[in-house]
């Protein structure tokens, strides 16, 4: 009867709690449901007290009773065994590590010298499972399980015990492989995010990092190992400035997991969100428009990162002047009722895109479709340096962008004061140096005496420096470049060119 308890228990971990309740798709056959719900219930504890009850007080070696254990035996067995097909049939890759543990966990526990029947041909069933999935950790466990098996217990074969022993050994080099991996990239990326080094150190121990790796890359091409030493590549372009090699490397990797036999579902969305934001910062329209609908595939509309996919479709609109289907976009986000869920932080930089097209029109950039409702007032981030000085930068320029359509120069001056400080506190991250230029080209514009002309030589000095540094959407909490800074400069240029015609025109005239 033990070997029928094993079984049941391994019905019943995937379904319900041990011993209580039949699985949900486990429907024996009338012969066999007496023997199955006495023994599930708990009221058989041995073969005797079975084999008396369900044949009016026979031994547990009636010819009946064996028979009618050993069809129950097997029809357990073949329920697992279409479970396990069932699992290999599956899209749904959480599903099954989740299912294939709990199936793993327990076959180890009938690994005693009771259970070598049933451990061999559970464990070569889940194995199937878990080589297609490619969940290394319990490959290694299960081969070490064979090797036993196979090199030294009852099922001893030299032939099967080799090839044990060889798998074995592949993917301890790739579990190996892969824990190297993940530990680099963790490790490179905390220190990234943190801005605590430069990006041209992050940059050399990223490259160095990724070319250790590519030997083991070419040799596993797992899930695990290609997700973080491409995430490493990434992280190695990314600080170099090198969008086009960003974009490269996202659609090899996009590539690579589009053809796993399951839905590889997080990698997918992690580089088609690396190459949109690549695509933005080459102001490509056209391709990024196609990296957002991959972007979108992959999230629920409302949720969280629906929102940032949508940020960053707003973002390649002012990236690209289309500003007209940019309020576009931006009203349909801002009536979305999940809005009102999102964190402080994020919802204020809804509010923030909001009057920056406000005030883009009113310094004469054309927009049919921005005539979305007044926004409601939102409390400002004040300065926080590595949490939200992007946006409080982001809200600076629009404070002095807000002076300079409405002529306040005097204003201007004093937004110059704050602007100094927020330049000299933004040297501390050099991911945030195109900023640092543009605050400095303001202040040219704020001390100006009505603004009517900009010194050549110092504007020109700062402008060719911001020229010089590649655009960087990714890390939008140390910089926040909602309008590209070269597309806004030309606009104040324009501005002021034509407020000194009109001086011009005014003197003229008197």
Known sequence: MQDIKELILLLHQHTHPVLQQPPRDFNPQRELAPLFEGISRGRFTSDAEAAAQLFSGAAPDHPAYITLKKDLWTALLDWITDFNTRLLDSNDLQYVYQECNKQWLVVCCFSGENAHKLVLPLTLQLLEVAEKFEFTRLCVDMYALLCIQYCLGSHHDIVQCNVAAQKHTYYQQLQEAEYAAEVQYIKLNTLAANAKIPRKKINLLARTAHAHLKGDMRKFKSY???????????????????????????????????????????????????????????????????????????????????????????????????????????????????????????????????????????????????????????????????????????????????????????????????????????????????????????????????????????????????????????????????????????????????????????????
């Open 224 to 510: 695990k190992l290609t997700l973080y030493g491409n995430l490493l590549g990434l992280l190695h372009h990314m600080s170099a400035g090198d969008s086009q090699k960003v974009v490269r490397l996202c659609s090899k990797t996009i590539r690579f997991f589009e053809q796993k036999p399951y839905n590889a579902g997080v990698p997918l969305q992690v580089f088609c969100y690396m190459q949109l934001v690549a695509n933005i910062e080459l102001g490509r329209l056209a391709a990024g428009l196609k990296a957002l609908g991959s972007c979108l595939h992959y999230v629920e509309p409302g949720s969280f990162n629906w929102f940032k996919f949508q940020e960053l479709a707003f973002t390649l609109m002012l990236h690209t002047r289309r500003y007209d289907r940019a309020a576009i976009l931006l009203r349909e986000v801002t009536r979305h009722p999940q809005l009102a869920a999102l964190p402080d932080y994020a919802r204020q930089c809804w509010h923030l895109y909001h009057l920056y097209l406000q005030v883009l029109g009113r310094l004469g950039v054309p927009m049919a479709a921005a005539d979305f409702e007044e926004p409601a007032p939102e409390q400002s981030v004040q300065a926080m340096p590595g949490k939200h000085a992007g946006l409080h930068g982001a809200q600076l320029i629009l404070d002095w962008l807000t002076h300079f359509q409405r002529n306040d120069f005097v204003a201007l001056q004093q937004v110059s004061g704050q602007m100094t400080s927020v330049a000299a506190n933004l040297q501390k991250y050099p991911v945030a140096t195109r900023t640092y230029y543009f605050l400095k080209l303001l202040e040219t514009v704020s001390g100006l005496p009505g603004g009517r002309t900009v010194p050549d030589t110092k504007a020109e000095k700062y402008l060719s420096k911001l020229m010089k540094i590649p655009v960087q959407v990714a890390n939008q909490t140390v910089e926040m470049e909602v309008i590209r800074y070269e597309h806004l400069w030309s606009l104040i240029q324009k501005v002021l060119q034509n407020q000194g015609v009109a001086t011009q025109n005014m003197a003229s005239e008197a």
